[in-house]
């Protein structure tokens, strides 16, 4: 190798380690600052994550203090009014929000010392940490330390001043606080927890097995402050796992909440990109490497092919003796034409030379000028002859030449002189006219074609030829796709595929029109269906091709299907879709049925906008458990479907589904907690096709609502009561159009002297046989089907018929009182149908009278003291069913427009011996009175029951003492003539 080989080489090998240095030195920069970015932005999330939990605690804490402030409130009212009966009717008041609020395992009356002034436990150190720092949202409530009852249960003790001297102790569930922490989104080894002040955990997200422990590290008790602290890369100590922590210490309440990302899932892209940057190094070391071992070898191949060069300088004397390449020469003067023996014979020349002037005057005429340029240009050493033209020979004829030359010095230094080689190319010029021309009709038809049209090589697949369109639509240029095979425009992992289809093209066999993927140049890929034909292209077989670009039309059917498949509100499928996925796949699936209400009632509140936006809240958190479980379809407009198709997992997602379902729906300024029920099914233990699966999880749904489940799993005694149901409310539909149902009346009494005040009007459905089919039985069945509405309408205009009759028979002052439903109440235009009663039957005012429950009036207050004014105006007095089991509010009550309360049943029996029934009739009896209004009192069935009731004040009464319902012909026969009534 020579010296001036090396040089280079040397040159080559100092750039390369200095680019291997400086390469090294970015990639690790870049590495670094990755890894500090994602880290950041992990600490950045936990800290959003605290800070929401801090938020949603604060929620349930508010609601907690409100509860028990309320209670609190009513106690004060019933030592202002009753004390000596204040404590019963507390507990009574107590077991009420016990069952509302499930968060509240128990809540006792203690002293200033904690001992128990009503049932329950009290707490002896009550007044070691009512104090100052335990203070929640700086309101009245207190937080202490957990305390662990009977069975292994733990629950947090909180104290509520009642007023001096006296406490509400309330010992709260722990389910509270593991709410905050079971929803939050912290990948799969994250970890949110709860403790407070005591070192004592409350809540932990991944293990609540270790509720009631000491706080470990790094989850130490820190100071409390306004925002949420940083913790950085901590190790848990629990699982020796590193994570990214957060702390928030509220100013406002003595808890402290615990955010933890995995450090292992915020740096997992981080590795790959590690490992990424260390290929692309060890890649470019290896090229490196490659790249100097060829230039080596190159350099001793140069050495190689000068050796030859100089052999081959004799050989190419024989080669032009044998190919017949003449020689020509100009010298002296430069005006006479030498040439050698060769070219005299192989041109018919005469004699060995010639004046260029009689060389010109053999020469074409239209090849004159040229041949005398070039010439002349090479005589003044200005370029090398390079010349084709036509020459005159002796018979007439032209021949083609192709001339070649340069200066040369002549031997031993002599004057240079032109000198260079002639060919006759004649029959390949003839041969080239003919290509050209057959090229030029080719090109015609084949490059101005608007479709992408190539041809290629059947046996190495190269490109042989392609037209414009195909160069417009790949993006390649001409010699870049004469360079490539068809396997650069097609995906690798379709190669095989393509050698196959080459292959039976190549054999004769028809071929499918199939769309396949093609590669543009930039790398983006389209849809392409290839028409094929062959054909011998210079010799070679090769195939000619047309590409169809079907991109568009594609993506319209595509679009079409999955418009078909999907909703467009929330880009779920819908449930035929998920039914035929179902069908097509495994079996062993579950499936949820999931039944949100409320969210028609966010649309119908805050508008439609609300409503989409916490219709996709609810999407996308049920979109995140059908990506760890299965597949999950939306049935508008409150229902979603989830198939968990593994069995395995199936107790794990069901349990993550009731608590996504669990947690409030944030919307851009409020939370909105949605009332869920789960009906749950499987296959192939309930059905063999989707179809059946899903349509039995949603009858166990709807099971669950009415039995006040979140979860029931499907039954056959579920379906066969559902086919019955569905058969019942066919014959209801039939009964009501043909008016058998009937109005029995039970009398109402003033209870001072016995005499009828009203009727009740209660709805009977006869039998063929006699018998009646009790109102429980079909009363909730028509509530659900709606059939309730019609029912009611028609209780309505017979209640005012019945009132016809009696006016008739001289009992018109006894109003006709009718039960309505909440379906009725708020879904149909009720004052509407009660003044159009009473109208058709000239009524006097107040002869209907309307009664309604007060949980049915909590369903929508707003629209309920709405309705009860318009009614309140036609005349129509209101009268409030089983007052006492509801969840209706004093304050609440003295702002509706009631006629009378009538006392629930159960707080009348055995009344006059039961002390606490006759505590709390006496408590309703002051309270009705007290607001102005009359007291009914149901269900009076004996003596004893009716004498105490008439001492204590009750204005009237009713129950089997005083009469059994009956049909109106037979309740006129009992009350006799007008003036003999008792």
């Not at 670009?549 to 418009?563: G, H, I, K, T």
């Not at 009696?806 to 439903?821: F, H, M, Q, R, T």
Request: proline share 4%.
């Amino acid at each position: 190798m020579s010296r001036g080989a090396v040089h280079p080489l040397r040159v080559i090998a100092i750039a390369g380690t200095a680019v291997a240095v400086l390469l090294a030195v970015g990639l690790v920069m870049m590495l670094w600052n990755d890894r500090s970015t994602r880290i950041e932005g992990a600490q950045r999330q936990s800290m959003a994550l605290a800070s929401g939990s801090e938020r949603l605690m604060r929620a349930q804490l508010v609601t907690l203090e409100r509860a028990l402030r309320g209670t609190a409130n009513d106690g004060r009212e019933f030592y202002r009014q009753v004390p000596d009966k204040a404590v019963q009717l507390l507990e009574a008041n107590i077991q009420g929000v016990l069952a509302r609020n499930r968060d509240l395992a128990s809540i006792t009356l203690v002293d200033g010392q904690g001992m128990a002034l009503s049932q329950g436990q009290g707490d002896p150190t009550l007044h070691s940490w009512t104090i100052a720092q335990n203070r929640l949202l700086s309101g009245e409530l207190y937080i202490g330390a957990l305390e662990e009852l009977p069975g292994g249960h733990w629950v947090v003790r909180t104290a509520l001043p009642m007023q001096n001297g006296q406490w509400l102790l309330a010992r709260v569930r722990l389910g509270t606080f593991q709410q905050v922490v079971s929803g939050l989104d912290l990948g799969r080894d994250g970890v949110a927890s709860i403790g407070n002040r005591y070192g004592q955990l409350l809540a932990h997200s991944r293990d609540p097995g270790l509720v009631g422990r000491t706080l470990p590290s790094p989850m130490i008790i820190l100071p409390q402050s306004a925002s949420v602290v940083p913790r950085g890369v901590v190790h848990s100590p629990s699982d020796g796992q590193k994570r990214i922590a957060a702390v928030s210490v509220p100013l406002d309440y003595p808890l402290t909440l615990y955010t933890a990302l995995s450090y292992r899932e915020v740096m997992a892209r981080w590795y790959v990109f590690l490992y990424a940057a260390t290929g692309l190094y060890l890649l470019y070391l290896i090229g490196f490497g490659f790249l100097m071992g060829r230039l080596r070898r190159s350099a001793s191949h140069e050495q190689q092919l000068n050796e030859e060069l100089q052999a081959g300088a004799a050989e190419l004397a024989l080669a032009h003796e044998v190919g017949k390449v003449g020689t020509w020469s100009i010298r002296g003067d430069g005006r006479t034409l030498h040439w050698s023996a060769l070219t005299q014979q192989m041109l018919g020349l005469e004699g060995r030379s010639s004046t260029l002037q009689a060389l010109y005057a053999r020469v074409h005429g239209e090849d004159v000028a040229v041949l005398r340029e070039v010439l002349d240009a090479a005589g003044e050493g200005q370029g090398a002859v390079n010349a084709t033209f036509r020459l005159l020979l002796a018979d007439g004829s032209f021949r083609w030449l192709s001339a070649r030359g340069d200066q040369v010095r002549g031997p031993n230094g002599g004057a240079a002189h032109l000198a260079g080689a002639v060919v006759d190319i004649s029959e390949r010029v003839h041969v080239e006219a003919r290509a050209q021309e057959a090229e030029r009709q080719f090109r015609l038809v084949f490059d101005r074609n608007p479709a992408p049209f190539w041809i290629f090589d059947m046996v190495n697949l190269r490109f042989l030829e392609v037209n414009q369109a195909a160069i417009d639509q790949y993006g390649y240029s001409r010699e870049e796709f004469l360079g490539m095979s068809i396997l650069d425009i097609r995906p690798p992992e379709e190669w095989d595929e393509l050698r196959q289809t080459i292959r039976s093209i190549n054999s004769g066999a028809p071929q499918q029109l199939i769309a396949r993927a093609h590669l543009r140049k930039d790398g983006s890929s389209f849809m392409v269906v290839a028409h094929s034909a062959l054909l011998d292209f210079a010799g070679r077989k090769a195939c000619l091709v047309l590409a169809e670009d079907v991109s568009q039309r594609l993506r319209f059917e595509n679009e079409l299907a999955y418009r078909a498949s999907h909703h467009s509100s929330t880009g779920l499928l819908t449930v035929r879709a998920l039914g035929e996925r179902l069908d097509g796949g495994a079996r062993g699936y579950t499936i949820a049925h999931v039944q949100l209400r409320g969210l028609q009632m966010i649309t119908d509140t805050l508008g439609r906008e609300a409503g989409e936006d916490a219709l996709r809240a609810v999407s996308v958190r049920l979109g995140g458990l059908a990506a760890r479980y299965g597949l999950l379809a939306h049935q508008p407009a409150e229902d979603f479907v989830l198939a968990i198709l593994d069995p395995a997992a199936a107790p794990l997602a069901l349990d993550a589904l009731q608590a996504a379902v669990a947690e409030p729906v944030r919307g851009r300024d409020t939370f909105h907690q949605l009332e869920a029920r789960i009906g749950v099914a499987s296959c192939p233990r309930d059905g063999e096709l989707a179809e059946q699966v899903i349509g039995r999880a949603a009858q166990a749904a709807h099971a669950a609502r009415e039995g006040g489940l979140a979860l029931a799993r499907f039954s056959q005694a579920m379906a066969t009561r559902y086919t019955e149901r569905l058969q019942l409310a066919g014959r209801i539909h039939v009964a009501i159009d043909r008016d058998e149902f009937e109005l029995h009346f039970q009398p109402i009494r003033h209870a001072a002297d016995g005499s009828p005040v009203a009727l009740e009007a209660l709805l009977r459905w006869p039998q063929p046989d006699g018998s009646y089919i009790p109102p429980g039985d079909f009363i909730q069945l028509c509530e659900d089907t709606g059939l309730i509405i019609a029912l009611g309408r028609w209780v309505t205009r017979a209640a005012a018929r019945a009132q016809r009759q009696l006016a008739d028979a001289g009992w018109g002052e006894l109003s006709v009182a009718v039960n309505v439903s909440a379906v009725q109440f708020f879904n149909t235009d009720l004052a509407g149908e009660f003044t159009h009663a009473v109208e058709e039957y000239g009524l006097r005012r107040g002869a209907l009278q309307l009664e309604l429950t007060e949980s049915s009036l909590m369903r929508n207050p707003t629209q309920a003291l709405q309705t009860m004014q318009r009614l309140h105006e036609k005349g129509i007095h209101i009268s409030l069913d089983d007052f006492g089991t509801g969840f209706s509010s004093m304050s609440y009550l003295q702002h509706l427009p009631l006629d009378a309360l009538k006392i629930d049943r159960s707080f009348v029996s055995d009344v006059e011996t039961n002390p606490r029934n006759a505590a709390i009739c006496r408590a309703l009896l002051s309270l009705g009175h007290s607001m102005g209004l009359s007291v009914i009192a149901e269900g009076v069935e004996t003596e004893g029951q009716y004498r105490w009731l008439a001492a204590h004040g009750c204005d009237q009464v009713q129950g089997y003492l005083l009469g059994r319902p009956m049909a109106l012909e037979a309740l006129l026969a009992a009350l006799g003539e007008p003036g003999d009534a008792a």
